[in-house]
């Protein structure tokens, strides 16, 4: 187990670098997404919910010393018939039981979760979530297992790749029914990063087509899903598809019309409103390093020097622009890039 552990860890820190798979739980909306709810609401008219509130009393001896601060994260779900109604909660339970393997071994966990579930929940509840929960294990325990593909790690087919053995290994435990359920955000999340990265990718495509088919790709999504990615993916696709452009020489149209096509009117006019400021700050600051550089090679004293620097700093720049103004020089002075924001 604890080999599988390792191979598991280092499979999962693979893709987080890639940010595909952490994300999903940072970024998701809550549990009862809008596919996820339409499919419980067609198994049942009356839900009854367990909430942690009611089972942190009974459960918390079963915590491990990391979590004695923490409720039992089990949020189970049932019908009225008390048939287990799988979602996203119910991996949450099972992942909440698994951290604490390393202060607890496998079979302690498994014995915990057993108890757990006994002590908590009636039959047929119980019954199906130990069901669950041994699939889940061997599930957990088969993915630790799954060889990395050979292909390059930048590149989308290599998290193709990936994604379609965890597919094909998820079709091997559960049901249709049940990995919608489990894992529905997070298949959903995969899905679209990967069409996000071979739409970037696509050499096919000028800047303009790729905005455009990335704002399908993103209102395709469902709404909650699209506020959160925005902030996340947008302005990293704005920045890439800008600098795209800009090193193929592009016109200031053709960057207006891709910024258009991603972002709309609006929020293109305030990022140009930006670049004109940018642009403005980058002109003063540029003038100023070069009268400042010929002041630095006239004959004149030291004390003079700095006296004509800081009264041309004065006139140019504002007080709080003054400020600012004096980490350029100090770059400008020892060689390096000027930090211009972009």
Same mark, same amino acid.
């Given at each position: 187990?604890?080999?599988?552990?390792?191979?598991?860890?280092?499979?999962?820190?693979?893709?987080?670098?890639?940010?595909?798979?952490?994300?999903?739980?940072?970024?998701?909306?809550?549990?009862?997404?809008?596919?996820?709810?339409?499919?419980?609401?067609?198994?049942?008219?009356?839900?009854?919910?367990?909430?942690?509130?009611?089972?942190?009393?009974?459960?918390?001896?079963?915590?491990?010393?990391?979590?004695?601060?923490?409720?039992?994260?089990?949020?189970?779900?049932?019908?009225?018939?008390?048939?287990?109604?799988?979602?996203?909660?119910?991996?949450?339970?099972?992942?909440?039981?698994?951290?604490?393997?390393?202060?607890?071994?496998?079979?302690?966990?498994?014995?915990?979760?057993?108890?757990?579930?006994?002590?908590?929940?009636?039959?047929?509840?119980?019954?199906?979530?130990?069901?669950?929960?041994?699939?889940?294990?061997?599930?957990?325990?088969?993915?630790?297992?799954?060889?990395?593909?050979?292909?390059?790690?930048?590149?989308?087919?290599?998290?193709?790749?990936?994604?379609?053995?965890?597919?094909?290994?998820?079709?091997?435990?559960?049901?249709?029914?049940?990995?919608?359920?489990?894992?529905?955000?997070?298949?959903?999340?995969?899905?679209?990063? @990967?069409?996000?990265?071979?739409?970037?990718?696509?050499?096919? @495509?000028?800047?303009?087509?790729?905005?455009?088919? @990335?704002?399908?790709?993103?209102?395709?999504?469902?709404?909650?899903?699209?506020?959160?990615?925005?902030?996340?993916?947008?302005?990293?696709?704005?920045?890439?598809?800008?600098?795209?452009?800009?090193?193929?020489?592009?016109?200031?149209?053709?960057?207006?019309?891709?910024?258009?096509?991603?972002?709309?009117?609006?929020?293109?006019?305030?990022?140009?409103?930006?670049?004109?400021?940018?642009?403005?700050?980058?002109?003063?600051?540029?003038?100023?390093?070069?009268?400042?550089?010929?002041?630095?090679?006239?004959?004149?004293?030291?004390?003079?020097?700095?006296?004509?620097?800081?009264? @041309?700093?004065?006139?140019?720049?504002?007080?709080?622009?003054?400020?600012?103004?004096?980490?350029?020089?100090?770059?400008?002075?020892?060689?390096?890039?000027?930090?211009?924001?972009?």
């Amino acid at each position: 187990m604890q080999g599988m552990q390792k191979k598991y860890i280092w499979l999962i820190c693979s893709l987080v670098i890639a940010s595909i798979l952490a994300l999903v739980y940072w970024l998701k909306p809550d549990s009862s997404t809008p596919t996820q709810s339409n499919m419980q609401s067609s198994q049942t008219a009356n839900i009854e919910s367990f909430s942690t509130q009611k089972i942190s009393a009974q459960a918390q001896s079963f915590a491990s010393k990391s979590q004695q601060d923490t409720q039992v994260n089990c949020q189970i779900r049932s019908d009225a018939s008390k048939h287990l109604i799988v979602n996203e909660q119910t991996k949450d339970c099972f992942e909440y039981f698994l951290t604490q393997y390393g202060e607890k071994n496998i079979e302690q966990i498994k014995a915990d979760f057993l108890k757990f579930v006994q002590s908590n929940y009636e039959n047929p509840l119980n019954a199906e979530l130990d069901d669950l929960w041994q699939r889940y294990l061997k599930y957990r325990n088969d993915l630790g297992h799954l060889q990395a593909s050979q292909v390059e790690q930048n590149d989308a087919l290599y998290y193709r790749k990936i994604f379609s053995k965890i597919n094909d290994l998820k079709k091997k435990y559960f049901s249709a029914v049940e990995i919608a359920g489990l894992f529905g955000n997070e298949d959903l999340y995969n899905n679209y990063t @990967l069409n996000r990265m071979d739409i970037l990718a696509d050499k096919n @495509l000028n800047a303009a087509e790729k905005a455009s088919k @990335l704002k399908q790709l993103s209102d395709g999504l469902p709404q909650d899903w699209q506020e959160n990615l925005k902030q996340i993916n947008q302005l990293d696709d704005l920045r890439k598809l800008t600098a795209e452009l800009k090193a193929k020489g592009a016109s200031a149209q053709e960057i207006h019309d891709m910024r258009t096509q991603l972002i709309g009117p609006e929020a293109t006019q305030r990022f140009e409103n930006l670049d004109a400021q940018r642009s403005d700050w980058s002109n003063r600051v540029n003038q100023f390093l070069s009268a400042r550089d010929n002041i630095m090679q006239s004959s004149m004293s030291d004390s003079a020097k700095q006296s004509a620097i800081s009264q @041309l700093r004065n006139q140019q720049f504002n007080p709080q622009e003054s400020l600012r103004i004096q980490t350029f020089e100090n770059v400008h002075d020892q060689g390096g890039k000027l930090p211009f924001a972009q």
